[in-house]
């Protein structure tokens, strides 16, 4: 009565980015707070995504905008039936502009109308996106954030949003333009999703093409956890064995809070 299943997403991608999808278990090793664990679950398929964007409006971008929303148009080429969307737009404030729907349409009608100004608030965003992925239907649920720059003008901090990252089970993806942001990496590599650098606004497009192939793509692994109920951050580790000539890159949700009850 005192076990639980624990599910850690992972994605696999070879040197380029491109999903690797055609892995068998027995190259999996899965480990919590150092000790191995057997896997109990196990399951690689595509399905529809729950996905916000978080888009930054600041006045850095001033002359990123129209790029930047035509390379989402990437994004939409993909979409597969159940798949949902909402928008956070941030400048000054962080604001959800457009709840979820199905509708590629209802976002775009957002997006034409923005005109860059202000300071970045990501912070703020990355909270207002968290709350809003509470009503998501899919099991896969994942932030992407486009943004130019660091925060500078949230009212919550970095300590205060990774916590609340930990504990809502999102995958955050971001592409960050002309720079890597610290904060971006941080919350990419602790929620299993990862960061793409634009160095140019040409280069957008296929950047966003192949995280839509990643957020969709994915192995699940589960396995039964005897750390119920004890209020504690547990770290997870995913190992896969290497094969002669090929370079894996992999990435998976680093640990999970289980609940104090």
């Known amino acids: ?45 595509e399905g529809p995504v729950s996905l916000g964007f978080l888009f930054d409006s600041s006045g850095s971008m001033k002359n990123r905008i129209a790029s930047s929303v ?13 798949d949902e969307y909402f928008l956070v737009r ?33 912070l703020d965003a990355v909270v207002v996106g968290i709350n809003e992925m509470r009503s ?11 943004s130019d720059g660091g925060d500078n003008n949230s009212r919550f901090n ?30 990419a590599e602790e929620t299993g999703g990862k960061v793409l ?3 140019n606004l040409t280069q957008l497009p296929d950047i966003v093409e192949k995280l839509s192939e990643e957020i969709r793509s994915q192995y699940v692994l589960g396995y039964n956890s005897s750390s119920t109920n004890d209020g504690k951050y547990h770290k997870v580790r995913v190992e896969i064995t290497p094969s002669p000539g090929t370079q894996l890159r992999t990435s998976w949700r680093r640990g999970y809070f289980s609940r104090d009850e």
């Open 1 to 45: 009565m005192d076990v639980k299943v624990v599910l850690v997403p992972v994605s696999v991608t070879d040197a380029l980015d491109r999903p690797i999808t055609a892995l068998p278990v027995e190259r999996f090793r899965l480990l919590e707070d150092g000790v191995e664990q057997k896997i109990a679950f196990f399951s690689h398929e």
């Open 70 to 82: 035509d390379a989402l148009k990437q994004f939409f080429r993909t979409s597969i039936p159940g």
């Open 90 to 122: 941030f400048s000054d404030e962080a604001h959800l502009v457009r709840g979820f729907t199905p509708e590629p349409a209802d976002i775009f009608g957002q997006l034409v109308v923005v005109q860059p100004s202000g300071w970045t608030a990501l």
């Open 136 to 146: 998501a239907k899919n099991p896969r649920r994942a932030l992407l954030i486009l």
């Open 197 to 199: 650098i634009a160095q």
């Open 158 to 187: 970095e300590a205060e949003v990774r916590s609340r990252v930990v504990e809502a089970d999102v995958r955050i993806y971001a592409i960050g333009i002309m720079h890597r942001p610290r904060l971006l990496q941080q919350l």
